[in-house]
Protein backbone atom coordinates (compact mmCIF):
# COMPACT_ATOMS: atom_id res chain seq x y z
CA UNK A 1 0.00 0.00 0.00
CA UNK A 2 0.86 3.40 -1.09
CA UNK A 3 0.05 6.51 1.02
CA UNK A 4 -1.06 9.27 -1.95
CA UNK A 5 0.11 12.28 0.76
CA UNK A 6 -1.85 15.09 -0.19
CA UNK A 7 -0.02 16.84 2.41
CA UNK A 8 3.60 16.67 0.58
CA UNK A 9 2.51 16.97 -3.14
CA UNK A 10 0.61 20.50 -2.27
CA UNK A 11 3.62 21.43 -0.79
CA UNK A 12 5.20 20.68 -3.99
CA UNK A 13 2.97 22.45 -6.07
CA UNK A 14 2.92 25.49 -3.79
CA UNK A 15 6.80 25.64 -3.81
CA UNK A 16 6.65 25.51 -7.97
CA UNK A 17 4.07 28.47 -8.15
CA UNK A 18 6.74 30.25 -5.50
CA UNK A 19 9.43 29.54 -8.16
CA UNK A 20 6.71 30.94 -10.88
CA UNK A 21 6.12 33.84 -8.52
CA UNK A 22 9.87 35.00 -8.38
CA UNK A 23 10.36 35.01 -11.82
CA UNK A 24 7.26 37.36 -12.34
CA UNK A 25 8.25 40.04 -9.87
CA UNK A 26 11.92 39.69 -11.46
CA UNK A 27 10.19 41.07 -14.83
CA UNK A 28 8.62 43.42 -12.63
CA UNK A 29 5.14 42.30 -13.65
CA UNK A 30 1.90 41.73 -11.58
CA UNK A 31 1.39 39.01 -8.96
CA UNK A 32 -1.64 37.02 -8.75
CA UNK A 33 -4.42 38.29 -6.61
CA UNK A 34 -6.68 35.96 -5.45
CA UNK A 35 -9.61 37.24 -3.03
CA UNK A 36 -12.09 35.12 -1.48
CA UNK A 37 -15.77 36.39 0.34
CA UNK A 38 -17.16 35.01 3.51
CA UNK A 39 -20.66 35.38 4.35
CA UNK A 40 -20.69 34.78 7.89
CA UNK A 41 -19.39 32.67 10.07
CA UNK A 42 -19.07 28.65 9.60
CA UNK A 43 -16.30 27.22 11.25
CA UNK A 44 -15.37 25.17 9.02
CA UNK A 45 -15.46 28.13 5.95
CA UNK A 46 -13.30 30.47 8.13
CA UNK A 47 -10.62 27.62 8.43
CA UNK A 48 -10.61 26.91 5.13
CA UNK A 49 -10.61 30.56 3.72
CA UNK A 50 -7.54 31.12 6.42
CA UNK A 51 -5.86 28.58 5.13
CA UNK A 52 -6.20 29.76 1.75
CA UNK A 53 -5.09 33.28 2.58
CA UNK A 54 -1.84 32.12 4.52
CA UNK A 55 -1.14 29.92 1.26
CA UNK A 56 -1.34 33.17 -0.90
CA UNK A 57 1.13 35.17 1.52
CA UNK A 58 3.31 31.62 1.17
CA UNK A 59 3.94 31.53 -2.15
CA UNK A 60 4.07 35.72 -2.58
CA UNK A 61 0.46 35.81 -4.40
CA UNK A 62 -1.68 39.06 -3.34
CA UNK A 63 -4.88 37.84 -1.51
CA UNK A 64 -8.02 39.79 -0.14
CA UNK A 65 -10.30 38.18 2.32
CA UNK A 66 -13.76 40.25 1.82
CA UNK A 67 -15.97 39.26 5.01
CA UNK A 68 -19.54 39.74 5.38
CA UNK A 69 -22.12 39.08 8.18
CA UNK A 70 -24.81 36.31 8.08
CA UNK A 71 -27.51 38.94 7.35
CA UNK A 72 -25.94 40.02 3.98
CA UNK A 73 -28.96 39.73 1.68
CA UNK A 74 -28.69 38.66 -1.79
CA UNK A 75 -28.26 41.89 -3.83
CA UNK A 76 -25.40 42.98 -1.54
CA UNK A 77 -23.47 39.94 -2.65
CA UNK A 78 -24.30 40.14 -5.94
CA UNK A 79 -23.01 43.94 -6.03
CA UNK A 80 -20.14 42.67 -4.22
CA UNK A 81 -19.27 40.20 -7.07
CA UNK A 82 -20.22 42.50 -9.41
CA UNK A 83 -17.26 44.99 -8.25
CA UNK A 84 -14.89 41.81 -7.77
CA UNK A 85 -16.08 41.53 -11.61
CA UNK A 86 -15.03 44.32 -12.14
CA UNK A 87 -11.47 45.21 -10.55
CA UNK A 88 -8.87 44.34 -12.93
CA UNK A 89 -6.37 44.08 -10.14
CA UNK A 90 -7.84 40.65 -9.08
CA UNK A 91 -7.57 37.64 -10.88
CA UNK A 92 -9.46 35.19 -9.35
CA UNK A 93 -11.86 35.06 -6.59
CA UNK A 94 -13.93 32.48 -4.36
CA UNK A 95 -17.35 32.72 -2.56
CA UNK A 96 -17.31 30.38 0.20
CA UNK A 97 -20.13 27.88 0.03
CA UNK A 98 -22.29 26.96 1.81
CA UNK A 99 -24.59 30.55 1.46
CA UNK A 100 -27.35 31.36 4.45
CA UNK A 101 -30.87 30.75 3.56
CA UNK A 102 -31.34 33.59 2.02
CA UNK A 103 -29.07 33.87 -0.77
CA UNK A 104 -29.90 31.46 -4.24
CA UNK A 105 -26.18 29.46 -4.52
CA UNK A 106 -26.90 29.49 -8.28
CA UNK A 107 -27.57 32.95 -8.49
CA UNK A 108 -24.36 33.59 -6.84
CA UNK A 109 -22.67 31.05 -8.95
CA UNK A 110 -23.71 32.70 -12.61
CA UNK A 111 -23.17 35.97 -11.47
CA UNK A 112 -19.12 35.59 -11.07
CA UNK A 113 -17.34 36.13 -14.51
CA UNK A 114 -15.98 32.95 -15.85
CA UNK A 115 -12.44 34.27 -16.35
CA UNK A 116 -12.16 35.36 -12.48
CA UNK A 117 -14.00 32.15 -11.17
CA UNK A 118 -11.12 30.13 -9.77
CA UNK A 119 -13.12 27.60 -7.93
CA UNK A 120 -14.38 26.44 -11.70
CA UNK A 121 -18.44 25.70 -10.76
CA UNK A 122 -19.40 28.57 -13.40
CA UNK A 123 -21.24 26.58 -15.93
CA UNK A 124 -19.13 28.15 -18.81
CA UNK A 125 -16.52 26.46 -17.22
CA UNK A 126 -18.25 23.36 -16.58
CA UNK A 127 -19.37 23.16 -19.60
CA UNK A 128 -15.71 23.70 -21.39
CA UNK A 129 -14.77 20.78 -18.96
CA UNK A 130 -17.11 18.36 -19.78
CA UNK A 131 -15.89 19.46 -23.62
CA UNK A 132 -11.71 18.76 -22.97
CA UNK A 133 -11.82 22.57 -23.77
CA UNK A 134 -9.38 24.67 -21.87
CA UNK A 135 -10.62 26.22 -18.82
CA UNK A 136 -10.92 26.08 -14.70
CA UNK A 137 -10.95 22.89 -13.20
CA UNK A 138 -12.88 22.51 -10.11
CA UNK A 139 -10.16 22.61 -7.40
CA UNK A 140 -11.21 19.36 -5.67
CA UNK A 141 -11.03 17.37 -9.34
CA UNK A 142 -8.26 19.27 -10.52
CA UNK A 143 -6.39 18.07 -7.34
CA UNK A 144 -7.48 14.36 -7.45
CA UNK A 145 -6.33 14.41 -10.70
CA UNK A 146 -2.65 15.67 -9.91
CA UNK A 147 -2.25 13.27 -7.45
CA UNK A 148 -2.89 9.92 -9.48
CA UNK A 149 -0.80 11.88 -12.21
CA UNK A 150 2.11 12.42 -9.97
CA UNK A 151 1.97 8.96 -8.03
CA UNK A 152 2.20 7.28 -11.91
CA UNK A 153 -1.08 5.75 -10.99
CA UNK A 154 -2.47 4.26 -13.89
CA UNK A 155 -6.14 5.07 -14.60
CA UNK A 156 -6.59 3.62 -18.68
CA UNK A 157 -8.85 1.12 -19.34
CA UNK A 158 -9.77 0.53 -15.31
CA UNK A 159 -13.15 0.72 -14.14
CA UNK A 160 -13.64 3.91 -11.95
CA UNK A 161 -16.66 4.14 -9.30
CA UNK A 162 -17.33 7.63 -8.10
CA UNK A 163 -19.73 7.81 -4.77
CA UNK A 164 -21.26 10.53 -4.43
CA UNK A 165 -22.81 13.15 -7.36
CA UNK A 166 -22.82 17.36 -6.11
CA UNK A 167 -21.15 19.41 -8.57
CA UNK A 168 -18.19 20.32 -7.10
CA UNK A 169 -16.52 16.36 -6.77
CA UNK A 170 -18.94 13.64 -8.17
CA UNK A 171 -20.10 14.82 -11.16
CA UNK A 172 -16.95 16.65 -12.23
CA UNK A 173 -14.95 13.82 -11.24
CA UNK A 174 -16.57 11.44 -13.22
CA UNK A 175 -16.34 13.29 -16.50
CA UNK A 176 -12.74 13.84 -16.23
CA UNK A 177 -12.10 10.32 -15.54
CA UNK A 178 -13.54 9.42 -18.27
CA UNK A 179 -11.93 11.89 -20.58
CA UNK A 180 -9.22 10.64 -23.47
CA UNK A 181 -6.04 11.22 -22.07
CA UNK A 182 -4.05 10.49 -18.91
CA UNK A 183 -5.09 10.33 -16.07
CA UNK A 184 -8.09 9.51 -17.46
CA UNK A 185 -9.64 7.09 -20.05
CA UNK A 186 -11.56 4.82 -17.54
CA UNK A 187 -14.48 3.38 -17.67
CA UNK A 188 -16.51 5.25 -15.25
CA UNK A 189 -19.64 4.57 -13.06
CA UNK A 190 -21.23 6.77 -11.27
CA UNK A 191 -23.01 6.06 -7.85
CA UNK A 192 -25.51 8.20 -5.11
CA UNK A 193 -27.74 7.67 -2.65
CA UNK A 194 -30.62 5.92 -5.05
CA UNK A 195 -28.26 3.30 -6.53
CA UNK A 196 -29.19 -0.43 -5.57
CA UNK A 197 -26.37 -2.70 -5.19
CA UNK A 198 -23.82 -0.25 -4.04
CA UNK A 199 -21.67 -2.61 -2.08
CA UNK A 200 -21.98 -4.95 -5.57
CA UNK A 201 -20.84 -2.20 -7.83
CA UNK A 202 -18.01 -0.69 -5.35
CA UNK A 203 -16.78 -4.30 -5.13
CA UNK A 204 -15.57 -4.39 -9.39
CA UNK A 205 -14.18 -0.98 -8.88
CA UNK A 206 -10.20 -0.62 -9.61
CA UNK A 207 -10.24 3.24 -8.30
CA UNK A 208 -12.54 4.16 -5.67
CA UNK A 209 -13.19 7.81 -5.32
CA UNK A 210 -15.71 8.38 -2.49
CA UNK A 211 -17.40 12.02 -1.96
CA UNK A 212 -20.28 11.04 0.12
CA UNK A 213 -19.86 12.79 3.36
CA UNK A 214 -21.06 9.69 5.42
CA UNK A 215 -18.13 8.79 8.24
CA UNK A 216 -16.34 5.50 7.31
CA UNK A 217 -19.03 4.04 4.88
CA UNK A 218 -16.33 2.48 2.41
CA UNK A 219 -15.75 -1.13 4.45
CA UNK A 220 -12.68 -3.23 3.41
CA UNK A 221 -15.44 -6.01 2.61
CA UNK A 222 -16.67 -3.43 -0.22
CA UNK A 223 -13.55 -2.96 -1.47
CA UNK A 224 -11.36 -5.36 -4.02
CA UNK A 225 -7.49 -6.18 -3.49
CA UNK A 226 -5.77 -3.81 -4.90
CA UNK A 227 -7.81 -1.21 -5.34
CA UNK A 228 -7.23 2.42 -5.50
CA UNK A 229 -9.39 4.23 -3.16
CA UNK A 230 -9.63 8.27 -2.96
CA UNK A 231 -11.46 9.53 -0.02
CA UNK A 232 -12.70 13.15 -0.67
CA UNK A 233 -15.50 12.44 2.39
CA UNK A 234 -14.64 15.27 5.11
CA UNK A 235 -16.80 15.06 8.60
CA UNK A 236 -16.42 16.29 12.35
CA UNK A 237 -17.21 14.04 14.09
CA UNK A 238 -18.19 15.27 17.95
CA UNK A 239 -15.55 13.51 20.74
CA UNK A 240 -16.31 15.36 24.13
CA UNK A 241 -12.63 13.36 25.03
CA UNK A 242 -10.79 15.70 22.23
CA UNK A 243 -9.51 18.62 23.41
CA UNK A 244 -11.15 20.31 20.15
CA UNK A 245 -14.45 18.67 20.91
CA UNK A 246 -14.38 16.67 17.50
CA UNK A 247 -12.37 14.55 15.42
CA UNK A 248 -12.20 15.10 11.54
CA UNK A 249 -12.40 11.56 9.65
CA UNK A 250 -13.76 10.32 6.07
CA UNK A 251 -15.78 8.30 4.03
CA UNK A 252 -13.36 5.70 4.04
CA UNK A 253 -12.53 3.26 7.02
CA UNK A 254 -9.26 3.56 6.87
CA UNK A 255 -7.40 1.25 8.99
CA UNK A 256 -9.21 -1.67 7.24
CA UNK A 257 -9.08 -0.37 3.92
CA UNK A 258 -5.49 0.04 3.54
CA UNK A 259 -4.81 -3.12 4.06
CA UNK A 260 -6.25 -3.44 0.51
CA UNK A 261 -5.61 -0.88 -1.23
CA UNK A 262 -2.53 -0.76 -3.88
CA UNK A 263 -2.70 3.32 -3.26
CA UNK A 264 -4.98 5.37 -0.39
CA UNK A 265 -5.83 8.75 0.93
CA UNK A 266 -5.52 9.74 4.30
CA UNK A 267 -7.63 12.30 5.74
CA UNK A 268 -6.87 14.35 6.92
CA UNK A 269 -3.63 15.42 4.38
CA UNK A 270 -4.93 13.85 1.35
CA UNK A 271 -7.65 15.81 -1.13
CA UNK A 272 -8.11 18.15 1.25
CA UNK A 273 -4.48 20.23 1.06
CA UNK A 274 -4.65 19.58 -2.78
CA UNK A 275 -8.01 21.14 -3.02
CA UNK A 276 -5.97 24.54 -1.68
CA UNK A 277 -3.16 23.98 -3.75
CA UNK A 278 -4.77 23.64 -7.03
CA UNK A 279 -7.37 27.11 -6.55
CA UNK A 280 -3.85 28.59 -6.23
CA UNK A 281 -2.72 26.88 -9.44
CA UNK A 282 -6.07 28.33 -11.13
CA UNK A 283 -5.04 32.01 -10.37
CA UNK A 284 -1.69 31.54 -11.91
CA UNK A 285 -3.59 30.73 -15.21
CA UNK A 286 -6.27 33.50 -14.69
CA UNK A 287 -3.69 35.77 -14.22
CA UNK A 288 -2.09 33.98 -17.75
CA UNK A 289 -5.30 34.42 -19.19
CA UNK A 290 -5.90 38.45 -18.31
CA UNK A 291 -2.49 38.95 -19.43
CA UNK A 292 -2.92 37.10 -22.89
CA UNK A 293 -6.18 39.19 -23.35
CA UNK A 294 -4.29 42.30 -22.41
Same mark, same amino acid.
Given at each position: ??? /????????????EIATEVVKIKERGEKVPHLAAVLVGNDGASLTYVG????????IG???? /????????????LLRKIDELNQDND????????????????? %????????? %????????????????????????????? /??? /???? %????KG????VIGRSHIVGRPMSILMSRKGWPGNSTVTLTHSHTQNIEQIVSQADIVISALG *????LKAEMVK???????????? *???DSRERGYYITGDVDFENVSKKASFITPVPGGVGPMTIAMLLKNTLLARERHRSRG
Open positions: MEL /LDGKKVSNQIKESKVRSCKKFEST /LIQMPSTTSELEIDGFIVQLPLPDQIDTQ %KVIMAIDPD %KDVDGFHPTNFGKMALDMSTFIPATPFGI /LEL /LERY %KVDTKHTV *VPNFEGAVVIDVGITR *VPD
